[in-house]
């Protein structure tokens, strides 16, 4: 028996399973009655480790999740078995910028995290950062945002080192678990997944790499909303694991911890030029006329163009049709939806808060309509990212399975960095980034990107290929504004009950808008320096409302609201 054992418990009348998160004698300790007879050790690998409890019972509080929930998510899908041990292959030479990073690894130095900045050629540097550990018998984990991104980086490293990379994707619970098993019993692996890997108990474990930390599927939906970041680097702080960030942006949160920095040369994306919208006359449609003429050139040269348009959940945004310029909530700033109240501040919009005009049309559209008028300019050579036209029309989820485009044309900027959440600048040049990194970097290639607001700070960070400018401001303004990652904010759902009183006491230390109404929930955002004292409170008032039947979503530092 020991720390992370997956156990089986008499509860209510009927075995479940249970995981062991500490050991002490109970000789005559009269309160030893009180716990529960373990009956069955179910499988001699233990679900994690005693160095991961600390990150995990973080994990809990943070979050405010069942502690149960928190520990399950270590474990793989069916109860792990001891594997047949195998041999592994030689580990060929790497070099490259991380060279000094992964020799600390190696050798189990003083723990450091590091933050690459590299526009391509991120297998390669995953696989400098991980030949010198693995070398030493050491393992790394790798996480990618989503489960193609980390298929093409499991090939990509299983090239040099055959099978000591260990892909977790879209197998059966059977495999995963098979996986999971090796990779808890094994040292020396390179074990790439999504985010789910971030919890497992990997054996020999030196370091951490995440690529693109700030992307939506870093970052778990369901309780416990757990980010994979954050929790990476509470491991690494129990732990003494090493900690690699790779991406193009970093995210605020990395530049607030004033990370070492490693820029790699070149360009991190291809050239973006900014196309004024407010020059266009008022029904020129979706396209300027600057991009319709460089959309019809590149067809007729041969080129392949992508049209980015926003994802499902973005809603358009409008200009003035008077002034020309982009409609603004007059109060807090944000990029109004269809109501006449600004979706974030509740604040009543009327006019144009440039020049008081009270008509306004759209910027942006989904992927249907714009193929339309895309087609009205060039004829059926247009489609969806999955038709494989000459001309691609598709959103943030298209972007994986892009191939390199000789224009890019972002339709509508400002419906992304005029969103109602506190990221959304931050997010949209991300998003943006992304999408200039599918042009060639070649010739005429390069991204148009319309906006009826050319003095925006996201767009410059995007002309000059550079985001650090940027970010530094960004942290300055949510240093000022208590917003994390400086100060914590949380969103709390109920769904069931009409009471908007139900979590008054939970709230009374902190900052707190609402409830608003949001289908059948009621929704609450809490802000404050910290939370720790409002999330004690708040756990116990969980348990209650839970206990009456109302279903309760707690999101720490969400990614939107």
């Known amino acids: 028996m020991e720390v992370g054992a997956i156990v089986r418990v008499p509860l209510a009348g009927r075995r479940v399973r249970g995981y062991v998160v500490g050991l002490e004698s109970t000789a005559g300790d009269e309160a030893a009655d009180d716990l529960r007879e373990v009956r069955a050790l179910s499988s001699d690998i233990p679900a994690f480790t005693a160095g991961m409890l600390p990150a995990l019972l973080w994990a809990a509080d943070h979050y405010v999740a069942p502690l149960a929930r928190v520990l399950a998510k270590t474990a793989p899908p069916n109860l792990p078995k001891r594997p047949t041990p195998a041999g592994l292959p030689g580990v060929p030479p790497a070099g490259g910028p991380l060279a000094g990073v992964a020799e600390a690894a190696a050798r189990g130095g003083p723990p450091r995290s590091v933050q690459v900045v590299a526009g391509t050629g991120w297998t390669e540097l995953v696989r400098g950062a991980v030949t010198a550990p693995l070398q030493a018998g050491r393992s790394v984990l790798v996480v990618a945002p989503t489960v193609v991104e980390a298929a093409r980086l499991a090939a990509g490293l299983r090239h040099d080192l055959g099978a000591r990379v260990l892909e977790v994707s879209d197998q059966s619970d059977a495999a995963v678990t098979a996986v999971w098993s090796k990779a808890a019993t094994t040292g020396g692996l390179a074990v790439v997944g999504t985010m789910r890997v971030v919890w497992w108990p990997v054996r020999d474990l030196s370091m951490v790499v995440l690529v693109e930390e700030g992307r939506p599927g870093m970052k778990e939906r369901q309780t416990p909303t757990v980010a994979a970041g954050s929790l990476a680097r509470v491991r690494a702080s129990a732990e003494g694991l090493h900690l690699v960030l790779i991406g193009r942006v970093p995210t605020v949160s990395a530049l607030a911890e004033d990370l070492e920095v490693v820029r790699v040369p070149g360009r991190l994306w291809a050239p973006v030029q900014v196309v004024d919208r407010t020059e266009d006359p008022p029904g020129h449609g979706l396209l300027a006329e600057r991009v319709r003429r460089a959309i019809a050139g590149a067809v007729g040269r041969g080129g392949r163009v992508f049209v980015f348009t926003h994802r499902r959940g973005y809603a358009p945004a409008a200009r003035c049709v008077k002034c020309r310029l982009l409609r603004s909530c007059p109060r807090c700033g944000a990029r109004p939806d269809h109501r006449t109240t600004c979706s ?115 767009y410059e960070a995007l002309r000059r290929a550079d985001p650090f400018a940027f970010l530094r401001d960004e942290l300055a303004i949510r240093r000022r504004l208590s917003l994390p990652p400086i100060g914590e904010v949380m969103v709390v759902e109920v769904a069931g009950t009409d009471d908007g009183s139900i979590l008054d006491d939970a709230f009374e230390a902190a900052i707190v808008y609402g409830p608003g109404r949001a289908g059948d929930r009621l929704r609450w955002m809490v802000q404050g320096d910290g939370l720790a004292r409002v999330k004690r409170k708040l756990r116990k008032a969980v348990v209650q409302l839970r206990r009456q039947g109302l279903r309760v979503r707690v999101d720490a530092d969400p990614r939107d609201f």
Do not use: K, W
């Open 344 to 458: 974030r501040c509740e604040t009543e919009l009327g006019g144009c808060s440039s020049c008081g005009g009270t008509r306004f049309e759209p910027l942006g559209a989904a992927v249907g309509r714009v193929i339309v008028e895309v087609r009205r300019l060039i004829g059926d050579g247009v489609g969806d990212v999955t038709a494989g036209r000459q001309v691609m029309v598709g959103t943030e989820a298209d972007l994986v399975a892009v191939p390199n485009s000789d224009l890019a044309v972002v339709v509508d900027a400002d419906g992304l960095v005029r969103g109602t959440n506190y990221r959304a600048a931050e997010d949209a040049l991300t998003v943006l980034s992304r999408v200039a990194a599918t042009v060639r970097r070649d010739g005429r290639a390069r991204m148009m990107l319309q906006t009826a607001d050319t003095h925006q700070p996201v």
